[in-house]
């Protein structure tokens, strides 16, 4: 989006005639858009007195050991120009260990009585997991992390949309006529990361993102794309690749000017709260309606943000600073003498000569097998450049030790530096992980909570809503069905969400067993099936919350021994369910069993005196597998003696 000036003299009046009302919108969001572009682009004390744009790019480089090209000159051509991966390999370490697990919201319920409601949590709750099983939200969850440690903020924006397109139905007699169907790519819940030069914000001095005054998204896309996504709006036929379209503040007209990409146009999604407004221009054009309101029924912005950690102690940045920025100055120190490593290396394994002749000798002398004739008198004696790796070395590790202080260890990383470790002594390095990623984890758990309230207030507003179709000649409201693979009482089945306007709020007691019953023979043995009535879901109040803890960054191997050991105490309880038990931390620790667990069980008899005791486990006993895994056993030992 650009104002018409004197530099655009070539530009010619455009067709696109918009209304006053729509010209006064366009003069205000194209302020907005002015004013915060040059602040991307002004420097900040804290951002080390660079600009935004200037840091992104800083911290990009950094992350992608980005290494300058070597000097020209060939007196200096041979020195190194290597980078060393300290930095980039800290990031993904900690990206591995929040990742260990893809984290979502818990749920909490409460009706209209301010009374806990634990059945429409554990709806919503269900609900949402379908979302991230049938999104992209594992893939973006992963990506948001390295975004965070890397760049001065992670932005993500959650949506729901339905777009549809035509596509060619092959008819029987080898004919086709067109069809309108759900283009399933660019439809349902949609979540991506904005990248932080994408995003034009009000004010870089409030934190939180649905403070803004007005956020302006600014993409730029394919004309393919857009004509697929936006086709359907009137105005979209001004919209042509390779021209924008400016704006002459003097006289309120409209030009069009070739840009220098031909293939490509500018998508700018304008949202500020105070107005109620979403609207949306494509190369200039605004498709949208002038007055177009945010369609959310919370009216949010649908964004959530976080970052690495804060920049300023008052709370008081957008931004924050990255693990990246926080390792640069070491990793400068560290490329550094990296550099002076390796070329001191090379000067200490060739030397430099000096030559004592009248005959001119140059460095085509230096090649193994080359036999040179020289006068009788001629010295050849090597430079003692005097160098000193060891130090340079010393130096280089005490840099990486203060940078592990600020990241991660070589533990974490998953380098093992004495033999082999048992899984309690892998677990006691991973708390040191829980404890160092904590203020992370909990940065990333804010992240999640913001998300998991959008998410759920799409849920809400577009799921529980049916659809008016005919069936066998009727117009029938239906809804959708949402499958999940639970586990439930031991056994995995498949747990159905039906949402049914035709259930009575009120029931008796008889008609609520007479439904339950009914359910019962719909289930059968692989499923079960959730009955739940819109409206009362709609009205309820959802709390998202999220407690960063073990759980992000326990590892596999750690799983698997407490779930061991959890069985192996159980098994001989007589007050658990043995069946459920074995299946669940047995079968259900190794992933070739989990799915036929059923095939190995069988009822157990009366008079069978306990598994465990058969096995020859006393009560309150670890075997020696989770001994070896956990440690558990050696420390008792320890203590008993």
């Not at 300290?86 to 929040?98: F, G, L, P, Q």
């Not at 002749?357 to 006068?375: F, H, M, Q, R, Y």
């Not at 009575?504 to 019962?520: C, G, I, N």
């Amino acid at each position: 989006m650009k104002y018409y000036t004197e530099k655009n003299k070539k530009a010619t009046p455009s067709s696109y005639r918009p209304s006053k009302k729509e010209r006064e919108v366009y003069a205000m969001v194209l302020k907005h858009f002015d004013r915060s572009w040059e602040n991307m682009y002004k420097p900040f004390q804290e951002f080390n007195n660079r600009s935004l744009i200037q840091e992104i790019a800083r911290n990009q480089k950094l992350f992608n050991t980005y290494q300058k090209p070597k000097d020209a000159d060939p007196e200096y051509s041979w020195r190194s120009n290597a980078v060393n991966p300290t930095t980039r390999n800290k990031v993904i370490s900690i990206v591995a260990h929040i990742t260990g697990s893809i984290l979502y919201p818990n749920i909490y319920a409460q009706n209209d009585r301010q009374e806990e409601d634990k059945e429409a949590a554990i709806v919503m709750r269900d609900l949402i997991e379908w979302v991230v099983n049938n999104s992209d939200y594992a893939m973006t969850f992963l990506y948001a992390v390295i975004s965070a440690c890397v760049n001065p903020a992670v932005i993500i924006h959650q949506e729901y949309v339905e777009t549809f397109r035509k596509i060619k139905e092959i008819k029987d007699s080898g004919d086709w006529e067109y069809k309108e169907v759900l283009d399933e790519a660019l439809s349902g819940f949609i979540q991506s990361i904005i990248p932080n030069d994408e995003l034009l914000i009000e004010n870089f001095y409030e934190p939180d993102i649905q403070k803004q005054g007005y956020l302006i998204w600014r993409k730029i896309i394919s004309y393919d794309l857009a004509e697929r996504k936006y086709g359907h709006y009137k105005n979209f036929k001004y919209v042509h690749p390779g021209i924008e379209v400016l704006y002459s503040e003097q006289n309120g007209a409209f030009y069009e000017e070739y840009s220098q990409d031909e293939y490509s146009v500018e998508q700018v999604w304008y949202y500020n709260a105070y107005k109620d407004l979403m609207l949306l221009f494509v190369n200039g054009i605004l498709l949208t309606d002038c007055e177009n309101p945010n369609p959310r029924i919370d009216k949010m912005y649908p964004m959530a943000k976080t970052f690495y950690e804060p920049i300023s102690p008052d709370a008081r940045f957008f931004y924050g600073k990255s693990l990246v920025n926080k390792l640069g100055p070491d990793q400068e120190v560290i490329d550094k003498l990296y550099q002076m490593i390796i070329d001191g290396t090379y000067l200490s394994i060739m030397k430099p000569l000096v030559v004592g002749s009248a005959e001119g000798i140059d460095s085509s002398i230096v090649i193994p097998g080359k036999v040179t004739v020289l006068e009788q008198e001629a010295k050849i004696n090597p430079i003692d450049v005097g160098t000193n790796l060891q130090a340079g070395y010393n130096t280089k590790v005490e840099i990486e030790r203060a940078m592990t202080e600020s990241s991660s260890s070589v533990q974490q990383q998953g380098i093992s530096q004495k033999g082999g470790q048992t899984a309690y002594e892998i677990s006691a390095l991973e708390n040191n992980a829980r404890v160092m990623l904590g203020f992370f984890g909990k940065m990333i758990g804010f992240l999640v909570r913001d998300l998991g309230m959008l998410i759920g207030t799409d849920i809400i507003q577009y799921l529980t809503v049916g659809e008016m179709k005919e069936v066998s000649g009727k117009d029938t409201l239906t809804f959708k069905r949402f499958n999940l693979d639970k586990i439930s009482k031991g056994k995995r089945k498949t747990r159905i969400i039906e949402f049914d306007n035709e259930i009575p709020e009120e029931m008796t007691p008889e008609e609520l067993e007479k439904r339950s019953f009914d359910l019962l023979k719909q289930e059968g043995e692989e499923s079960e099936i959730v009955k739940v009535l819109p409206g009362l879901f709609r009205k309820r109040k959802f709390l998202f919350k999220i407690e960063p803890g073990t759980d992000m960054i326990k590892s596999d191997a750690l799983k698997k021994a407490f779930n061991l050991e959890l069985y192996d105490r159980a098994i001989n309880n007589p007050m658990v369910d043995q069946l459920a038990v074995t299946r669940d931390f047995l079968f259900g620790s190794y992933d070739q069993s989990r799915d036929r667990a059923d095939e190995y069980m069988q009822e157990p008899q009366e008079q069978r005196s306990g598994l465990a005791q058969q096995a020859g486990i006393a009560p309150n006993q670890t075997t020696p597998l989770v001994e070896q895994l956990t440690g558990v056993g050696r420390r008792e030992t320890v203590i008993r003696q």
